[in-house]
T-cell receptor
Framework: GAVVSQHPSRVICKSGTSVKIECRSLDFQATTMFWYRQFPKQSLMLMATSNEGSKATYEQGVEKDKFLINHASLTLSTLTVTSAHPEDSSFYIC???????????FGSGTQLSVL | DAKTTQPPSMDCAEGRAANLPCNHSTISGNEYVYWYRQIHSQGPQYIIHGLKNNETNEMASLIITEDRKSSTLILPHATLRDTAVYYCIVRVVGVQGAQKLVFGQGTRLTINP
């Protein structure tokens, strides 16, 4: 099956700093990527949808200026958590959909801990 | 957007078939039913999807009722590694036809030795 690589798998940062998470589709071109957030013992919450070459579409309640998403190529999308605070600590997961696949493939996730 | 209802938890003995139900009574005619699972601290793993007909692959079988208001995921011979949270999702069409997946709470399946 298709592979989606997410990096880093774990990051610890100080409050007020920015953190960038990368999501790459390794063997297919991802026209659309999705970013999710998951708090402990909860389900995945969709944050935003990004299409290659255009602005991301954010779900209601998600601050677009805080969670910057860039989908500059067909194989790479990045999520930058700006001015991170402890409440941003969460498990962030990306997924990608190609032009022919009906299914989404997910990255392995990034555990962000903000001190 | 169609929503799904799943039991919060289930147990199954190792080696037996695990049958996970899902209700999606408001599903529309062109929406697919997807199943994913998530093992602790990992990204979700695709299992199977279907529209109307029953589907089978190397991982599982998907049985969809004729009225499409419910479905059952069947793991034919459950192993301890099948312990995970299983999500039944109906694919929605978002802005720009992005066809995003919206996750519910899922079923926490525990396979017991």
């Amino acid at each position: 099956g298709a592979v989606v690589s997410q990096h880093p798998s774990r990051v610890i940062c100080k409050s007020g700093t920015s953190v960038k998470i990368e999501c790459r589709s390794l063997d297919f071109q991802a026209t659309t990527m999705f970013w999710y957030r998951q708090f402990p013992k909860q389900s995945l919450m969709l944050m935003a949808t990004s299409n290659e070459g255009s602005k991301a579409t954010y779900e209601q309640g998600v601050e677009k200026d805080k969670f910057l998403i860039n989908h500059a190529s067909l194989t790479l999308s990045t999520l930058t958590v700006t001015s991170a605070h402890p409440e941003d600590s969460s498990f962030y997961i990306c997924s990608a959909r190609g032009t022919t696949y009906e299914k989404l493939f997910f990255g392995s996730g990034t555990q962000l801990s903000v001190l | 957007d169609a929503k799904t209802t799943q039991p919060p938890s289930m147990d199954c003995a190792e080696g037996r078939a695990a049958n996970l139900p899902c209700n999606h009574s408001t599903i529309s005619g062109n929406e697919y039913v997807y199943w994913y699972r998530q093992i602790h601290s990992q990204g979700p793993q695709y299992i199977i999807h279907g529209l109307k007909n029953n589907e089978t692959n190397e991982m599982a079988s998907l049985i969809i009722t004729e009225d499409r208001k419910s479905s059952t995921l069947i793991l034919p011979h459950a192993t301890l590694r099948d312990t995970a949270v299983y999500y039944c999702i109906v694919r929605v069409v978002g802005v720009q036809g992005a066809q995003k997946l919206v996750f519910g709470q899922g079923t926490r399946l525990t396979i017991n030795p």
